[in-house]
């Protein structure tokens, strides 16, 4: 197998579209920036699994780091305006930075063999790191391994 990083990505908004990117950094949360505000309502954290229109919307960084939705500042009444017209009207904007943020590991490892076997854009998966060169579903027996990428060293579960 020739293995090598297909694509990075960031979604400063969790579960919005989120950002491709060229280089990123990587620390013991994942990767600077990623999902550091959140939509809610009054069950907790929404998800475009329920409210799939959230996909519309972009989440970025701004130059200083700060999360930005459809270019707008996350804080701001417009990006609350439009973040409720795909979420619903009782939808709020939190920043949170503790990890549980993360549905399971603060950083999404994906193959384009899982991808090719899933039969769904990429972007539905919302990786951090893509993996392209793998066969099928080659994945499955990385349990306990690591990935090697740089100077990161990522352990597969």
Request: avoid cysteine; charge should be negative.
């Amino acid at each position: 197998m020739n293995l090598h990083v297909e694509s990075l990505w960031r979604y400063p908004v969790k579960s919005l579209a989120g950002e491709p990117l060229r280089e990123a950094v990587l620390t013991d949360d994942g990767i600077a920036g990623d999902r550091t505000v959140h939509v809610r309502g009054p069950e907790g954290v929404r998800t475009s699994r329920r409210q799939h229109l959230m996909l519309g919307l972009h989440g970025t960084l701004d130059a200083n780091g700060r999360a930005l939705i459809d270019g707008l500042p996350w804080d701001g009444i417009e990006a609350l305006v439009a973040v409720r017209a795909v979420a619903g009207i009782d939808a709020e904007l939190a920043e949170y930075d503790g990890n549980d943020r993360f549905d399971v590991f603060p950083l999404l490892v994906a193959t384009d063999g899982a991808v090719a076997a899933f039969g769904r854009d990429v972007r539905r998966l919302r990786p951090n790191i893509l993996i392209g060169g793998v066969v099928g579903m080659a994945e499955r027996e990385w349990a306990g391994r690591e990935l090697h990428i740089g100077e990161a060293v990522i352990r597969l579960d």
